[in-house]
């Protein structure tokens, strides 16, 4: 069975600090890799994608990407209080259309 | 933007009825999912669509069955419902390439 893990929090950070957010995978031949931001009672809202190993910036965030550990993480820098939400991880494997999503972690930002 | 619609935000039924979730999506997607999501199961797969009229099952298709006619459109037809089945329901489509999916606002069933 695929599996994506992610600590469920929740992850505690205070107003403008870094919070980050880990996520690992099974699937090897995984390929493609997202993050998604989650409110209580919404829909999850696509926040980066990443595709290759190494770093990815917008904005406030950065996604960084390890094939060879099976890696994945999510960085939000200056965190506010709007940030305050779970963030789901996601793998899709190559050569499939299913995704997997991991349970996801709660990110509480104190003002 | 991506804008993907569902029918209903939320929705209560009763047990044995035929329920039907439509989704919407205006991108012009070739791919649509439907999923559940239950508190500390996370996101499940129920059913996938690849193209019109063409669908696959999911990690959880049993009880539910799914119709795509149109290409925007994809719908899940619970044909009895029961009372496990109730869930918050969404709706996601992704184009075939770059893979990001974009999700609906779901829908909050109720099944009593």
């Known amino acids: 069975q695929k599996e994506v893990e992610q600590n469920s929090g929740p992850l505690s950070v205070p107003e403008g600090a870094i919070a980050s957010l880990n996520c690992t995978y099974s699937d090897r031949v995984s390929q493609s890799f997202f993050w998604y931001r989650q409110y209580s009672g919404k829909s999850p809202e696509l926040i980066m994608s990443i595709y290759s190993n190494g770093d990815k910036e917008d904005g406030r965030f950065t996604a960084q990407l390890n094939k060879a550990s099976q890696y994945v993480s999510l960085l939000i820098r200056d965190s506010q209080p709007s940030d305050s939400a779970t963030y789901l991880c996601a793998v899709r494997a190559s050569g499939t259309y299913k995704y997997i999503f991991g349970t996801g972690t709660r990110l509480k930002v104190l003002a | 933007d991506v804008k993907v619609t569902q029918s209903s935000r939320y929705l209560v039924k009763r047990t044995g009825e035929k329920v039907f979730l439509e989704c919407v999506q205006d991108?012009?997607?070739?791919?649509m999912f439907w999923y559940r999501q239950d508190p500390g199961l996370g996101l499940r797969l129920i059913y996938f669509?690849?193209?019109?009229?063409?669908?696959e099952k999911g990690d959880i298709p049993e009880g539910y069955s799914v119709s795509r006619e149109k290409k925007e459109r994809f719908s899940l037809i619970l044909e009895s419902a029961s009372t496990n089945q109730t869930s918050m329901y969404l709706c996601a489509s992704s184009p075939d390439t770059p893979y990001e999916q974009y999700f609906g606002p779901g829908t909050r069933l109720t099944v009593t």
């Open positions: 991108m012009d997607h070739e791919n």
């Open positions: 669509s690849y193209d019109v009229k063409m669908k």
